[in-house]
């Protein structure tokens, strides 16, 4: 009697309790049925699922877990990213292609690198190994043996559960008895655990986003003093070009043979005023010009013409005589 009112205060004690966030980090590599595992987990149809690019985000809820899974690309290139959700995840779903025998050894590696990891190790791992439904699938044993399992969740002190799957058999309620048995272990052994883990997630999560801050911070501080130093390249370079434009136009005004030239034509005025005793030089010239005319018309023309050019020549002369108001 004692013991079931016991047992019936902690069910009340556990129905009271607020749902507890977990958030999952779900790795392998690209093909081995990562996105097809979560759609069926959360009653979609697995079948037809593209690569991820990048990475997608999964929330649901299981039981009293309000549950976040990082459905990782597991593509070589992608697998770069997976540190970044390290921190913040509770626990780890590793995905195998059972039948991809030929890359098990880069899953091996995979693997192992993802347990080593500082924000990883000694959180709890639960290995999928999928695509039994095809032929040729590597058996649970056989899967052990060949990513050294137990070796590697040794050293790096994680909790394991190993489950052999096939993530396209069914979804929702019919998704893979194997998927559903892994996934509550994997759920029930972060709850038993889960206010050290919680305070790990906090603590790291903190860390990475200062270190982000802080690369954010170098980079912007980077890129400011590349920026400052383009701009004082730019500015030295228009200063450069600006003084040579400047010593280019000061040399034109000061170009000796054009002072030159001027000093000598007012000196010409000069000798011209002297010879013609006062005389305006005006009117000299002016008499110069036409009489140079007369001479090259004369020259140039027939008889007739050259009259006609004379009769041209005078009316000119007569007319700019006019119009200064002198006479030659
Ligand atoms: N026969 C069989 N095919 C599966 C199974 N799980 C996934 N597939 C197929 O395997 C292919 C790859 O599945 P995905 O879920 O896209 O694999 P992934 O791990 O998410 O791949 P990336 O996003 O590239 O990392 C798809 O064509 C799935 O239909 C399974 O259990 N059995
Ligand atoms: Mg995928």
Not at 4 to 27: D, H, I, Q, Y
Not at 29 to 50: F, M, Y
Not at 78 to 105: A, C
Not at 154 to 176: F, H, M, R, T, W
Request: hydrophobic share 30%.
């Amino acid at each position: 009697m004692f013991s079931l009112m016991a047992n019936c205060c902690n069910w009340l004690k556990r129905w009271r309790e607020p749902a507890r966030k977990v958030t999952l980090v779900m790795v392998g590599l690209d093909n081995a049925g990562k996105t097809a595992t979560v759609r069926g987990i959360q009653g979609e149809n697995p079948q037809d699922v593209a690569p991820t690019v990048g990475f997608s985000k999964v929330d649901l809820k299981q039981g009293k877990f309000e549950v976040t899974i990082f459905d990782l690309g597991g593509g070589k290139r992608i697998r770069g990213i997976w540190k970044n959700y390290y921190s913040e995840s509770h626990g780890v779903v590793f995905v195998v292609d059972s039948t991809d025998v030929q890359r098990i050894q880069e899953t091996r590696e995979t693997m192992a690198e993802v347990l080593q990891h500082p924000r990883i190790a000694g959180k709890p791992v639960l290995v999928l190994a999928n695509k039994q439904d095809k032929e040729g699938a590597l058996a649970e044993a056989d899967i052990i043996e060949n990513l050294s399992l137990e070796k590697l969740v040794n050293e790096n002190k994680c909790l394991c559960q190993i489950e052999p799957c096939s993530a396209v058999l069914g979804y929702g309620k019919k998704v893979d008895k194997s998927i559903k048995k892994g996934l509550s272990w994997l759920l029930n052994n972060i709850a038993k655990d889960y206010e050290a883990i919680t305070e790990r997630v906090q603590k790291d999560t903190d860390e990475q986003r200062a270190q982000e801050e802080q690369d954010k911070k170098e980079r912007a501080e980077r890129v400011r003093r590349i920026r400052e130093e383009r701009e004082r390249e730019e500015r030295e370079e228009a200063e450069r070009e600006g003084r040579q434009l400047q010593e280019r136009i000061s040399m034109k005004t000061t170009y000796p043979i054009r002072f030159n030239q001027s000093a000598t034509s007012s000196q010409r005025m000069m000798k011209r005023k002297k010879r013609d005793n006062g005389k305006s030089s005006y009117k000299r010239s002016l008499k110069t010009v036409v009489k140079r005319k007369r001479r090259r018309t004369m020259k140039n023309h027939t008889t007739q013409g050259k009259a006609l050019k004379m009769a041209v020549l005078r009316r000119w002369a007569s007319r700019t005589r006019r119009r200064r108001g002198s006479c030659i």
